[in-house]
């Protein structure tokens, strides 16, 4: 039996067992299909055969509708650093709840909310709140424009933030310029676009200098999210940095998920202080959320009482009940909570990586604090049945989330043993259908 024709034998009993499971998602599945393109509306959470569909969440578990009971290691894509259902938040949407949702006017929370964000996160000395990380993005690097009069941006690589016309290209496949990264994309707004990659400090230097008097901004998530999360290289950051400063350019961090990082980001944690940054996720105590914000004088562009240059508006930015559960999630945020779901994460690195190691898998575990991801190694000829597969295979023994983890507060050290007790079987299995031990 050839090699492709094991792995896609174990791929079957996978999705066997978990079709077996979850017969009332597989039915929700199919109803969706009649009113949702695809039974979808997050194409990033959908998955083949079909997807799980949670009803409840309490603690670091989830429930779905046929039962099953998980531990969450997605926390809605890093999102739910508190888990679910947290008592504090919980007791603060319900108070809010009870006073008023929204209202066309501003509330003393969103006060409150702005005061935590400016105090800790070193570039923020005044921020806007949006509805999502896309938002965030996109308002952060029209703001960039205004301030600097400027069109260009040059963003890295692969690098996501947010589904968002002006950020969504990539390099073309035969390597020869840049294309839309998806369907619906005007291929003229590439002309706005410069290209840089991950990691390459000198090229990314050289393509500020040689368009720095067009270029508005350079942005970047400070810890890398695409294709693998892990920590920048050696100077990237710091080089970055300079050249963007000696050149007049904006430095724009993306992090809506590196704010896990450290009470004030990854630049927090690396030293490196951006000019303007963009939030999302965890600061919204798991209500929809974005924010971003600045140094004082860019941000002032946006000001209504004075000289404004962009007029930003949401029916939504800063309501009441995200304002309320950002509030609450913030204040659980303490020091030594970001200790707590990083020495979990660094327990569940090490094991993940020494069960891969043990099964001579040629996979690899990466990532940095309470963040961790598994990639296929180049040699693995059908990453997306070895992907899908181990996602649907821990499911099935009760953990969700592979191959984007992360941690919470609520999670314990006996949380990361029993995941590490299941990958040893998990992965031996793998291991046999790729034949990679005798």
Same mark, same amino acid.
């Not at 989830?62 to 969450?72: E, M, T, Y």
């Given at each position: 039996?050839?090699?492709?024709?094991r792995?896609l034998?174990?791929y079957?009993?996978?999705?066997?067992?978990?079709?077996?499971?979850t017969?009332?998602?597989?039915?929700?599945?199919?109803?969706g299909g009649?009113?949702?393109p695809?039974?979808?509306?997050?194409?990033?959470?959908?998955?083949r055969?079909?997807?799980?569909?949670?009803?409840?969440?309490?603690?670091?578990?989830?429930w779905d509708?046929?039962g099953?009971?998980?531990?969450?290691?997605?926390?809605?894509?890093t999102?739910?650093v508190?888990?679910h259902?947290h008592?504090d938040?919980?007791?603060a949407v319900r108070?809010?709840?009870?006073s008023?949702?929204a209202?066309?006017?501003h509330?003393?929370?969103?006060?409150d909310?702005?005061?935590?964000?400016?105090?800790?996160?070193p570039?923020?000395?005044?921020?806007?709140?949006?509805?999502?990380?896309?938002?965030?993005?996109?308002?952060?690097?029209?703001v960039?424009?205004?301030?600097?009069?400027?069109?260009?941006?040059?963003?890295?690589?692969g690098?996501?933030?947010?589904?968002y016309?002006?950020?969504?290209f990539?390099?073309a496949?035969a390597?020869?310029?840049?294309v839309p990264?998806?369907g619906?994309v005007?291929t003229?707004l590439?002309?706005?676009?410069?290209?840089? %990659?991950w990691g390459d400090?000198?090229g990314?230097?050289?393509l500020?200098?040689?368009?720095a008097?067009?270029?508005a901004?350079?942005?970047?998530?400070?810890?890398?999210?695409?294709?693998?999360f892990?920590?920048p290289?050696e100077?990237f950051?710091?080089?970055?940095?300079?050249?963007?400063?000696?050149?007049?350019?904006?430095?724009?961090f993306?992090?809506?998920?590196?704010l896990r990082?450290g009470?004030?980001?990854?630049q927090d944690r690396?030293g490196?202080i951006?000019?303007?940054?963009?939030?999302?996720?965890?600061?919204?105590?798991?209500?929809?959320?974005?924010a971003?914000?600045?140094?004082?004088d860019?941000m002032?562009v946006?000001?209504?009482?004075g000289?404004m240059?962009?007029a930003?508006?949401g029916?939504?930015?800063a309501?009441?009940?995200?304002?309320? %559960?950002?509030v609450a999630?913030?204040?659980?945020?303490t020091p030594?909570?970001?200790?707590?779901?990083?020495h979990?994460?660094?327990?569940?690195?090490?094991?993940?990586?020494?069960?891969?190691?043990e099964?001579?898998?040629?996979?690899r575990v990466?990532?940095g604090g309470?963040?961790?991801s598994l990639?296929?190694?180049?040699?693995?000829?059908?990453?997306?049945?070895?992907?899908t597969?181990?996602a649907?295979?821990?499911a099935n023994?009760?953990?969700?989330?592979?191959?984007f983890?992360?941690?919470?507060?609520v999670?314990?050290?006996?949380?990361?043993?029993s995941?590490?007790?299941v990958?040893?079987?998990v992965?031996?299995?793998?291991?046999?259908?790729?034949?990679?031990h005798?």
């Amino acid at each position: 039996m050839s090699a492709d024709n094991r792995l896609l034998d174990w791929y079957q009993g996978v999705v066997d067992e978990y079709r077996r499971i979850t017969p009332r998602s597989a039915a929700l599945f199919v109803r969706g299909g009649g009113v949702l393109p695809g039974g979808d509306t997050r194409y990033s959470i959908t998955t083949r055969p079909h997807p799980p569909y949670f009803e409840r969440g309490e603690g670091p578990y989830i429930w779905d509708v046929d039962g099953n009971r998980r531990l969450d290691l997605n926390n809605n894509s890093t999102a739910l650093v508190h888990g679910h259902a947290h008592p504090d938040i919980v007791a603060a949407v319900r108070s809010q709840a009870g006073s008023g949702t929204a209202w066309g006017g501003h509330n003393p929370t969103e006060v409150d909310w702005a005061s935590i964000l400016c105090e800790r996160i070193p570039s923020i000395d005044r921020v806007r709140f949006a509805n999502s990380g896309t938002e965030a993005n996109m308002h952060m690097l029209k703001v960039a424009r205004a301030f600097t009069g400027r069109d260009l941006v040059l963003k890295l690589d692969g690098a996501y933030h947010g589904t968002y016309d002006g950020f969504e290209f990539a390099s073309a496949p035969a390597g020869d310029g840049m294309v839309p990264s998806t369907g619906g994309v005007p291929t003229n707004l590439s002309s706005n676009v410069v290209l840089g %990659a991950w990691g390459d400090t000198d090229g990314v230097t050289r393509l500020v200098r040689e368009k720095a008097d067009q270029l508005a901004a350079v942005i970047l998530t400070p810890f890398r999210s695409a294709g693998g999360f892990a920590h920048p290289p050696e100077g990237f950051l710091e080089r970055l940095r300079s050249v963007t400063a000696d050149e007049g350019v904006l430095l724009l961090f993306d992090e809506v998920i590196s704010l896990r990082l450290g009470l004030g980001g990854a630049q927090d944690r690396y030293g490196v202080i951006p000019d303007m940054t963009a939030l999302g996720k965890l600061i919204g105590g798991g209500l929809p959320v974005g924010a971003f914000g600045g140094r004082a004088d860019i941000m002032a562009v946006t000001d209504p009482m004075g000289d404004m240059k962009v007029a930003l508006a949401g029916t939504f930015n800063a309501n009441p009940m995200t304002a309320a %559960a950002g509030v609450a999630g913030l204040k659980l945020l303490t020091p030594d909570v970001y200790e707590w779901i990083d020495h979990l994460g660094r327990l569940l690195r090490e094991g993940l990586s020494a069960a891969v190691n043990e099964c001579g898998l040629p996979l690899r575990v990466e990532g940095g604090g309470s963040l961790l991801s598994l990639a296929c190694e180049p040699e693995v000829s059908r990453p997306d049945v070895v992907m899908t597969g181990l996602a649907l295979a821990f499911a099935n023994r009760g953990f969700f989330g592979f191959p984007f983890l992360s941690t919470s507060s609520v999670m314990k050290e006996k949380h990361i043993r029993s995941v590490l007790h299941v990958a040893e079987p998990v992965l031996d299995s793998l291991s046999i259908a790729l034949m990679t031990h005798e």
